[in-house]
């Protein structure tokens, strides 16, 4: 007997997948949501920035989208990992780790990003309750409050400002060789913001909240909070190796809706975006599963002809 053709398989179960899950269970699709369970945000307490969720762990943030999606029979949940894809547009086959082998119309792509290790002893013990990664999602907690920011190059010249907005009381620590201009460590002193390029030894916390920093060449920075450019992969090579158009940061290419070059394969959230927050990946899970029911219907509609 051959296995069921399902409508969409949705790879990955975080904001992205979930909403888009949402979506076309409401839709009447038949869908597989397949998620390993591993996700990045699991290091933090909170979910900030999303409406009626602020400040909700993301475990509870899961538990309740699972919830409501339970209200629509026609999604399914597959606690695995798929390893490999084969086929094209109308006829996906996915396998998974544990050996399950599923056959999908449509691809959605919500993997994620993973972060690779940060050479950076003590960095792991402060992770997610005192050195974080997004100032929208952390800032107002440490609002005020003195901070290490671990960051370099054009990419610290974009967040000084940035972190400005929540506080002024902040030390540049860029890990080695600054990688800025004369010009841009001018802008720095203008704005009395110290630049510090020794090595980090070490950063000494208490129960996870960050004492201080420690480096190289004895310097110690006293600090209540860190924010920190992570070094980032993607959360499966499964899009590349169907094909799918690379950004040069390493995310899934799409247009404004999702859409890859791959016929039938979308993209959405943390793996298709630079906007790295909860509610921008649930908005792109919704924007690209509308597309794909949209792009199913009309086919159907054509068969029917």
Known sequence: M????LDAAIIGGGPAGLNAALVLGRARKNVTVIDEGRPRNAVTHETHGFLTRDGVSPGEFRRIAKEQIGAYPSVSFLADTAVSIEGADGRFQITTAQGATLLSRKLLFAVGL???????PGLTDVYGKSA?????CDGWELRDQPLVIINKGAELMHFAPLISGWTDRFTVCTNGPDELTEEQREELRRHRVPLLDSPIRRIESDDGIVREVVLADG?????RGIFFKPELTLGSDLPQTLGCAMTEIGTAAVDAFG???VPGVYSAGDAASRMHQAIA????????AAMINGELNAEAWGRSE
């Open 2 to 5: 051959e296995k069921q053709l």
């Open 114 to 120: 993973k972060d690779r290790p940060m050479d950076i």
């Open 132 to 136: 974080f990664v997004c100032p929208y």
């Open 219 to 223: 310097t110690v920075v006293p600090c």
């Open 259 to 261: 859409k890859t070059n």
């Open 281 to 288: 990946a649930a908005s792109m899970g919704a924007v690209a």
